[in-house]
């Protein structure tokens, strides 16, 4: 019994035993568990800020590319650093066409990485008179041997290339109906500029697009009207589009009387074209920068047999005929080179190796021309233009004559009044491509 009893009495202490140990196994369980997932937890919210926080880099660096891309077309992306911390986003832009983007944005925070894919569709500028190495109020045409365009062309009428002809960039003719047509034959191309990043190379037109006699358009022939290939022309991919519109811009005007009281308080001002010359004459074939008016109908011809440097602005209220041995013309503001109200043309004469060079704006009222058929020099090119031609009528550039486009003459020109005002004394608006985004993705 007391062996019962010792028993008995021993029982509650292994019991007390057991369970101690059983209590403190769930115990300890029970803290690992709570462990693990305070861990868990704390991991997932770590992750889920990060996430997050890639998200906010992601969605700053997208806003970014659009701003980006609004305010250069050519835009092809970059690295976007996060201004709140270390981390980044890779941003890349690929050309669809002319008128598609694809964006594609990787951002990384603390090794989580998002990334979002959008396409965006970028539709033009509000002032396309800054976009364009040639604006024409009627035909443009590029016509003869060696003759071409690096850049875009836009003409409220219709374009006629011809002859060998090639223009590196886009047309666009807004037409004038009356079964008129657009016409690229005779081995004239338009392809793509391979100095910029946009697609080009396309041509676009209210009216009939005619590609004939081994005409070539690297891209596409888009037309309200028609599109017509025959006799070995050939297009990317032609396309009649009943919706197309392409609209007229207006012609900006040349504030005359503004720069001829600048002229007259110069002391460059000139009654007629014959006292241009004897000054010139007397400064050994020289026109000293600054702003130089001539107030007379008459025209102005500056004959072959001399070498001229100008430097400035000429304004002519007659036609300016260029035939010089060489003819070296640079801009020293933001105003034109050459300005006319009338007609301005560079021309030559009895088989010469005459040359021109210009860098800047050529303006006229009327038409411009680009001619040197007599050329007998080294090279293909006697006329050479870098900048841009605004044109109130025709605009023709033939015979080893080049107009190499350069946005930033068009950009900042200055001397003109244009349709919806722009401020800064005539300074073109300022101009933002007009971006959205059409599809995207996020992962």
Not at 264 to 282: D, E, N, R, V, W
């Amino acid at each position: 019994m007391k062996f019962l009893d010792r028993t008995t009495k021993r029982l509650p202490s292994q019991a007390s035993l057991a369970i101690v140990v059983a209590i403190s196994i769930i115990f300890l369980s029970v803290a690992i568990e709570v462990s693990i997932i305070s861990y868990t937890h704390y991991q997932n919210q770590f992750d889920a800020e990060s996430a997050n926080s890639a998200f906010i880099i992601l969605d700053s660096a997208t806003e970014e590319a659009l701003y980006r891309l609004q305010q250069d077309a050519t835009y092809s992306g970059g690295t976007y650093d996060d201004p709140f911390s270390s981390d980044n986003a890779i941003i890349t832009v690929n050309v669809d066409s002319a008128t598609q983007r694809t964006i594609t944005v990787d951002a990384d925070y603390d090794s989580i990485i998002r990334t979002i894919t959008l396409t965006a569709s970028v539709t033009g500028q509000d002032n396309p008179l800054t976009d364009l190495a040639i604006f024409s109020g009627e035909n443009v045409k590029l016509v003869k041997s060696h003759a071409a365009l690096v850049g875009t062309l836009w003409t409220n009428d219709n374009v006629d290339l011809d002859s060998n002809t090639i223009v590196y960039g886009n047309v666009l003719a807004a037409g004038q109906g009356n079964l008129s047509s657009s016409r690229v034959q005779n081995g004239a191309q338009i392809l793509d500029n391979p100095g910029t990043a946009e697609v080009e190379g396309n041509i676009s037109a209210i009216d009939r697009i005619r590609v004939t006699n081994s005409g070539y358009v690297e891209n596409e022939a888009r037309s309200k009207t028609g599109v017509t290939i025959n006799s070995g022309g050939s297009v990317g991919s032609s396309v009649v589009d009943s919706g197309l519109s392409i609209s007229t811009i207006s012609i900006p005007v040349f504030d005359y009387a503004t720069y001829k009281a600048q002229a007259q308080s110069a002391g460059t001002y000139y009654a007629s074209p014959a006292a241009f010359l004897s000054y010139i004459q007397l400064n050994g074939y020289v026109m000293d920068s600054g702003v130089h008016y001539i107030n007379s109908t008459s025209a102005l011809t500056l004959p072959a047999g001399h070498n001229y440097v100008f430097t400035g602005t000429l304004i002519s209220e007659g036609d300016i005929l260029i035939y010089g041995d060489s003819y070296v013309h640079n801009a020293d503001s933001n105003l034109p080179v050459l300005v006319s109200k009338k007609n301005i043309s560079f021309l030559d004469q009895n088989n010469c190796a005459c040359t021109a060079t210009v860098n800047g704006l050529i303006y006229a009222d009327k038409d411009v021309q680009l001619k040197h058929d007599q050329y007998t020099g080294p090279g293909l090119y006697a006329v050479q233009i870098t900048g841009a031609i605004w044109s109130g009528d025709e605009v023709s550039i033939e015979d080893h004559s080049i107009l190499t486009f350069d946005a930033t003459v068009a950009q900042n020109a200055e001397g003109f009044n244009f349709d919806g005002g722009g401020g800064g004394g005539g300074v073109p608006p300022s101009v933002d491509n007009i971006v959205s985004v059409v599809d995207w993705d996020i992962q």
